[in-house]
């Protein structure tokens, strides 16, 4: 892939996704900064959007329009989940530390954070789901607390940026062993069109791992009384045609596809977009 022009600043290429763990007294315990991958069915819903099918004016009668501008509900993120994949546990439910394990610090299932393509605990175009979702409570709505409409630089024409934002009250997203509601590791988010976990239409997932080589534990350590603030950027950025720079991101051979960063090109190859993707 092309590295981004440094004129492209500030379009959520990079990190799209901040996510703070507040204690009792507000303070922030835990903070972490990711980028995203989009799947398959964002990329699908953006492509229908572009084309028109959910336009009233494309449509032969009412009762197509009213359909079809409803099935475009399928592609809006509305809801927030979270998913605990990775998390080695007993036979009780809980996390299986080793006697003298730290508790802030999870017990992971061996190769979790093995950067491989066929992995799993790492984000991928074609995820459906998150791989062990939290399915006690429904997902969590998520709104457009921040909106605005760019243009940077001579590359693009206007470009569309939202900031989603979901405070999440203590006790939402919780893990229940023996009658009492204990700490949670979560390991994985992700964006939906629906409340109802597992249904299978994930719009984007962001992993989170515990990385030894740099010391840095990404995977959020959540108690009961703890609240979560998630800020998740997205950015629509449309290419201009007459842009003849080499150094501008490529749809076509951007084997990181994000919602952070949907370029979107006269010149897209909508068969390579739908290529797995390798790393998360």
């Known amino acids: 892939m092309a590295k981004a022009n440094s004129s ?13 763990v507040l204690d009792s007294r507000n303070k922030v315990k ?29 449509r032969r009668d009412d009762i197509n329009a009213i359909r079809n501008i409803y099935d475009a ?3 809006i993120p509305c809801y927030l989940g979270v998913g605990t994949y990775g998390i080695k546990t007993g036979t009780d439910g809980l996390p299986a530390y080793l006697p003298g394990d730290e508790r802030r610090i999870p017990p992971l299932i061996d190769g979790y954070d093995d950067y491989t393509p066929e992995n799993p605990a790492w984000s ?28 940077q630089n001579s590359y693009t024409y206007d470009s569309v940026q939202f900031v989603l934002g979901a405070d ?34 994930l719009l984007a997932r962001v992993t989170l791992h515990n990385n030894v080589n740099t010391g840095i534990n990404e995977i959020l350590y959540v108690r009961p009384q703890d609240t979560i603030i998630l800020r998740w950027t997205i950015c629509l950025i449309s290419l201009s045609d ?15 596809m994000s919602i952070g960063g949907i370029v979107v090109s006269d010149e897209t190859n909508i068969n390579n977009v739908e290529e797995e993707q390798n790393n998360g």
């Open 73 to 75: 509900k399928d592609y």
């Open 168 to 201: 999440i009250a203590p006790n939402y997203f919780t893990s229940v062993a023996y009658g009492i509601t204990t700490d949670i590791f979560i390991t994985e988010l992700g964006l939906f069109s629906t409340p109802v976990p597992n249904d299978g239409n």
């Open 30 to 58: 835990q903070e972490v900064t990711k980028h995203n991958k989009a799947t398959k069915q964002m990329l699908t819903g953006m492509l229908n959007f572009l084309r028109g099918d959910y336009n009233c004016t494309n």
């Open 242 to 256: 007459l842009s003849q720079t080499s150094d501008i991101p490529d749809v076509t051979q951007n084997t990181d």
């Open 8 to 20: 492209l600043a500030g379009f959520a290429l990079d990190v799209n996704v901040n996510i703070q």
């Open 124 to 151: 991928h175009f074609t995820d459906t789901n998150l791989q062990k979702e939290v399915s006690g409570t429904a997902r969590y709505e998520i709104g457009v607390i921040d909106e605005a409409v760019l243009n």
